[in-house]
Structures are given as structure tokens and as C-alpha cells.
């Protein structure tokens, strides 16, 4: 079946583009875009690549030979994607090199499927290896608070619940990928519905998009069934999405009878070359060949921009959960517990660790709030781009705590209490908010022509005095209050009234 492909990816010149643009052009309008140009002092570009191009398998089996890395077998399917094994780098080279020795085509001229294409995936490089800096990220996608926290917090704050994930698995979501020409990626949207970015360090990717608008298409027929439908109750919702699937591989025959809106849907492409970078929205479907052999690095991550996709993808996934065991329901001595650890094992985290993450986020931005009024006078809106990132970073969590206050189970199985006073006290908070001042600081010196530096965060400033006394939060509610609280103090000591007129 041929793909409805009607456009290109977008290609622009990163080092021509100021911070403010980007999120503007492309993170706000949701749109996939390919940056060239921010990747020329990368020291992977140069240790990691041999003088033909291709990947410089020795420096990897040299230096880091010893990791173990998960390897995807992309001639075998397993559920929703490639059946993984562990094996070390070492390993992984040693059956590249075997492979590339060997012929691969049967009598038919065509793929031998008896032979493993084997995809180096999900390499947390950087947390393996910290010193090695083998690149930067770039300024526009350093506001990613989802590594942040994971540098001096879990997200999960059990992780002995999760199965089958350990530790390593979910420290951070900064990545390698390493695969031949033939390995890749089916069709899916990224975890928690983050926004990604890949970097082809060598070799070059063929993307395929779909935007979350024609993300209906790919499902199978249950889906477009019930939404066809003259009504569905939210019970009949969780039925139906127990049973939905998505296409596996675009680029095969796929059924009709399973997937008859596949045909409608209209895709984007891009060929991406070395030495660029590709944007992903959040939502957005894509599938992604390695045309040659590719080293790439991807990051996931969110912020206050994209934090309402991950609330809702929460939400679904734990209509979903509670749906699939509520035969049980009678039975079970505490169903809700049970329906947030499935969640847990399945997205990655469940209510109560997401609204423990959201309120480290309103403390951290009130912290730098306070602290920029102390350091650099009362910014007034609209003066200072940073007070306004930060402004806008409360107003999106306040929208998200409002829908989260409607979620009756909400407060029966979040048992969370965060007292200002502590968290200010905590040396993993603290250590977030000067790495957050850290990326604010870089945000806005981009923002600002005849940059003049501010200094550092002082966590002995008086504001923060002030702030510690800001309370303790418990339920979605505390949280608006909190944010109310601040706006109004904001308004009527130091004339900043945008956070009020919310
Ligand atoms: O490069 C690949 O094979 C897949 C990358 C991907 O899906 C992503 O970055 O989200």
C-alpha cells in the first residue's frame, strides 16, 4: 500500500535562529523541524567516526566495550516493538563486524530473515559515562525538565514496583543509538508523549510523520468502530482502547480489514543527513530507517510547554489499567493501589509521582521567581523574557492542577505531602534549582542583546526566606493556592500582575 506522503520536514539553520523563535515556530505550533549547524564542536563528531564516514567501531569497543547495552533484533517483532536482548558493546560490534563480513541475501535476492539485524537502543551514555562529554544539547531543547529531575530525583518513588524496568533503565532518557544500514524503528510516539531529539552523529535516517491530528488513522478498526458510533459513555472508552493497536511497520502490506483508515492518513518525510538534528513534537507518530550505518543521540524530554500532554497520556493509560482488572475489582483489597503500580509498570509513572514531579517544578520556578525579583529589581513583565518563561511555566502547571483537581481517585491514592520548608532544605531540590537557574541564565542571556550576566542563584536570599513559608501542599487544590497565593503576592508588593489576571 502506497503512503499518502504530502510534504517535507521543514530544514532550517540553527545557529541563524534566537531561543525565543524556535519555541515560537516550532514548539508552539507543534511542528517537526531538522536544525543544521549546532553540532560542529561535538567531540563524538570526531572520536566516533572514521575517516570514511562510517562509525568508528574500535574507539566504541576500545573505551566502552564493557557496557551493557540493549540490543533490539529488528527481523523480530515482539508485541509493539523489536524483541530486545542485553548484550555488551563488545559483543554488539564483534556481530556488526561478523554481519558486515557476510552475505545477507537469499537465492530471492532479498533479506535473509534468519539472520538478526541487530539495533543498538536506549544507550544512557551520559549517565554511564559523565566525563566523556561527547556533545552539548543544544540551547532549544534545554529546558528539559524531565533529565533535570532525573539527575537528582526518581521519578517512580517505588521502583522496586516496576517489572521487568531497573535501575539504569529509567535514570535518564538521553540516548545512543548505534545500527547498520536496515535497522529500524516502528512506527510509534515517543514515552509519556515527551518531545524528542535525535542528532545524527554519522550515516543518515529516513523519517516518516504523522501529526497527532491524523494519529486515528493507524489505529485498528475498534477504534474508528466505536468513533463511528453515535455515542460512547467514558466506560465504553477503556473497552474499546483495551483492544486497540496501532500499524507496527507502514512500509508493509497493511491489512485494510484491520487498519482501514491507513490509506487516509497523510504523511511527512525527511532524509536526515549527518551533523543534523531532527525536532519531534510531542504526539507525533513516527517510523525511522537507518539508510546507512548511523550512530544518532536522543534525548526525550518535557516542560511546561508539553506537560499537559504527559497529564493526559496519565489519564488515558490509567483509564486503560483500571479497565483492564476491573473484573477483580470485588476481590481486590485495594484496587485503586493496584490500578497506579500497573500504571507505573506501563507509562513509567502514576499520579502521584507525576503531581510529586509538577510540584517540584512550581517550587523550583517560584524559587528562581523570587530569587531574579531580589537579584535584578521587580521585573515587570514583559521586561525580562525570563520572569515571562517563568510566569508562563506557573500558568501551565495551575491548568494542568485544575484538571487534575476533577480526578476523583486522584486523592484517594496520592498520599503526598510537600512541605515547602523541607523541600527548600533538600540538598537533591537544591541541586535542581541551580541547574535550572543554570539553563534559565543560558535561556535568557540568548534572549537579550548586550547580554549584562546575572548572578548565579544565592539560596541564602532573602526572597527565599520569604517563600519558605509558602506552605504545604497535599492535593491538586494546595498546589492552585500556592500559585495563587504567589501571584497575588507578586501583583501587590512588586507590581506584577500577570500571574494574577490568570
Ligand atoms: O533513530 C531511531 O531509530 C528512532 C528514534 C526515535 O524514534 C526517537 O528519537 O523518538
Avoid at 529546558?143 to 530525583?153: A, I, P, Q, R
Avoid at 490509506?263 to 513534537?281: D, S
Wanted: proline letters at 3%; glycine letters at 4%.
Amino acid at each position: 500500500m502506497g503512503l499518502r506522503i504530502e510534504g517535507e520536514v521543514e530544514r532550517v539553520n540553527g545557529k541563524e535562529m534566537s531561543y525565543k523563535e524556535f519555541v515560537e515556530r516550532y514548539v508552539e505550533k507543534k511542528k517537526p523541524v531538522v536544525l543544521t549547524g549546532l553540532m560542529d564542536d561535538w567531540r563524538g563528531c570526531i572520536d566516533w567516526v572514521s575517516e570514511d564516514g562510517k562509525p568508528n567501531l574500535l574507539f566504541f569497543s576500545t573505551h566502552f566495550g564493557k557496557s551493557i547495552v540493549q540490543v533490539a533484533d529488528c527481523s523480530q517483532r515482539e508485541f509493539t516493538d523489536q524483541k530486545r536482548v542485553e548484550m555488551s558493546v563488545s559483543e554488539f560490534i564483534d556481530q556488526w563486524n561478523d554481519y558486515s563480513s557476510k552475505e545477507h541475501v537469499n537465492a530471492n535476492g532479498r533479506e535473509d530473515p534468519g539472520k538478526s539485524l541487530l539495533y543498538l537502543k536506549d544507550w544512557h551514555f551520559v549517565k554511564e559515562y559523565p566525563e566523556y562529554v561527547a556533545y552539548r544539547t543544544p540551547l532549544f531543547f534545554s529546558d528539559d525538565w524531565l533529565n533535570l529531575y532525573l539527575d537528582s530525583h526518581h521519578l517512580h518513588k517505588d521502583p522496586d514496583t516496576f517489572h521487568g524496568r531497573n535501575e539504569i533503565d529509567c535514570s535518564d532518557y538521553r540516548f545512543v543509538y548505534m545500527g547498520k544500514k536496515g535497522t529500524w524503528t516502528p512506527l510509534h510516539a515517543d514515552v509519556f508523549r515527551s518531545y524528542s531529539w535525535s542528532a545524527n552523529i554519522c550515516g543518515k535516517k529516513h523519517w516518516y510523520f504523522l501529526s497527532p491530528a491524523q494519529c486515528h488513522h493507524v489505529f485498528d478498526r475498534h477504534v474508528l468502530y466505536f468513533r463511528n458510533t453515535v455515542f460512547v459513555d467514558s466506560h465504553n472508552i477503556c473497552v474499546l482502547r483495551n483492544m486497540k493497536s496501532s500499524v507496527y511497520n507502514i512500509l508493509e502490506d497493511v491489512s485494510e480489514t484491520t487498519f482501514p483508515g491507513f490509506k487516509k492518513a497523510i504523511w511527512l518525510e525527511c532524509i536526515q543527513e549527518k551533523n543534523e538534528i531532527i525536532f519531534v513534537p510531542s504526539g507525533w507518530y513516527h517510523q525511522v530507517h537507518n539508510l546507512e550505518d548511523t550512530i544518532s543521540i536522543n534525548h526525550n524530554w518535557f516542560n511546561a510547554c508539553n506537560l499537559s500532554w504527559v497529564w493526559k497520556l496519565l489519564l488515558e493509560d490509567y483509564n486503560e489499567a483500571k479497565e483492564y482488572i476491573e473484573d477483580i475489582r470485588d476481590i481486590c483489597d485495594d484496587f485503586e493501589g493496584l490500578c497506579q503500580r500497573n500504571l507505573a509498570a506501563n507509562t513509567g509513572m502514576n499520579f502521584s509521582d507525576f503531581f510529586i514531579f509538577a510540584t517540584h517544578f512550581t517550587f523550583a520556578n517560584l524559587v528562581q521567581l523570587y530569587f531574579l525579583i531580589e537579584d535584578c529589581g521587580y521585573p515587570i513583565s514583559g521586561q525580562s523574557a525570563e520572569a515571562d518563561y517563568l510566569i508562563s511555566n506557573l500558568v501551565s502547571i495551575r491548568e494542568i492542577a485544575l484538571e487534575m483537581r476533577s480526578i476523583e481517585s486522584l486523592t484517594e491514592c496520592c498520599s503526598v505531602l510537600l512541605d515547602f520548608r523541607e523541600v527548600l532544605k533538600n540538598t537533591k531540590f537544591l541541586e535542581l534549582c541551580i541547574a535550572f537557574d543554570k539553563t534559565y541564565m543560558t535561556i535568557d542571556e540568548d534572549s537579550r542583546e548586550g547580554y549584562n550576566p546575572r548572578k548565579p542563584l544565592r539560596l541564602d536570599s532573602q526572597n527565599l526566606d520569604f517563600i519558605r513559608n509558602f506552605g504545604k501542599v497535599s492535593s491538586p487544590e494546595d498546589l492552585i493556592t500556592v500559585i495563587d497565593n504567589a501571584a497575588e503576592n507578586l501583583a501587590t508588593e512588586f507590581g506584577m500582575g500577570s500571574l494574577r489576571s490568570l
